[in-house]
């Protein structure tokens, strides 16, 4: 059964990066396709982009300027980070398997950006 | 982009009941590429439904969706205590993947 687990910061100043760790557990990260998405308080989800472990890499437009999606295949993890951040970045972050549906989700990290 | 828009925002039914949500796209979804989601509080979301009509693995059957083009139907054919959360529709086949805005079910 693959299990996924987000890890980082829960809080972050504005104007300075967000930095989120999926680690995989019960798959390889070379078998798929890895997918964020976040859900800002109150609202909807929002896809952020995904990645291949080769550096394969589709981002959402809004957030492209900002994002960078990477890879460790020694510790089998993804990793996520978001640029100059303001309130509007205020979520619950998710790591997913797959580029397309999701068919195994983490439980999510909550991350405020506040100073 | 393709914009999701599911009804109702809270739909009130009692175990054993059937409850129907409802998913409707702002154009037609190519090869109705179209998933649904369980969410419990504090849980990872849970696939439900891929193809629009596809089950997950380990998802029981009383739990089925139709539809294709831009509406697109989740059916729970008889309500059962832990079936009373959110619900998610996404679309993938267009990019941006996109989700609509979440069902509530909420216990009569």
């Known amino acids: 059964q693959v299990q996924l687990q987000e890890s980082g910061p829960g809080l972050v100043k504005p104007s300075e990066t967000l930095s989120l760790t999926c680690t995989v557990s019960g798959a390889s990260i070379i078998s798929s396709y890895w997918t964020w998405i976040r859900q800002p308080p109150g609202k909807g989800l929002e896809w952020i982009g995904y990645?291949?472990?080769?550096?394969?890499?589709h981002y959402n437009p809004a957030l492209k300027s900002r994002l960078t999606m990477s890879a460790d295949t020694s510790k089998n993890q993804v990793s996520l980070r978001l640029t100059s951040v303001t309130a509007a970045d205020t979520a619950v972050y998710y790591c997913?398997?797959?580029?397309?549906?999701?068919?195994?989700w983490g439980q999510g990290t909550l991350v405020i950006v506040s100073s | 982009e393709i914009v999701l828009t599911q009804s109702p925002g809270t739909l009130s039914l009692s175990p054993g009941e059937r409850g129907t949500l409802s998913c409707r796209a702002s154009?037609?979804?190519?090869?109705?590429?179209l998933a649904w989601y369980q969410h419990k509080p504090g849980q990872a979301p849970r696939l439900l439904i891929f193809?629009?009509?596809s089950r997950a693995t380990g998802i029981p059957d009383r739990f089925s969706g139709s539809g294709s083009g831009t509406t697109f139907t989740l059916t729970i054919s008889r309500l059962e205590p832990e079936d009373f959360v959110v619900y998610y529709c996404?679309?993938?086949?267009?990019?941006?993947?996109?989700f609509g805005q979440g069902t509530k079910l909420e216990i009569k």
């Open positions: 996404q679309q993938y086949g267009t990019s941006p993947n996109t």
């Open positions: 154009q037609s979804v190519p090869s109705n590429y």
């Open positions: 997913a398997r797959r580029d397309d549906f999701y068919d195994s």
């Open positions: 990645m291949y472990y080769s550096g394969s890499t």
């Open positions: 193809g629009a009509s």
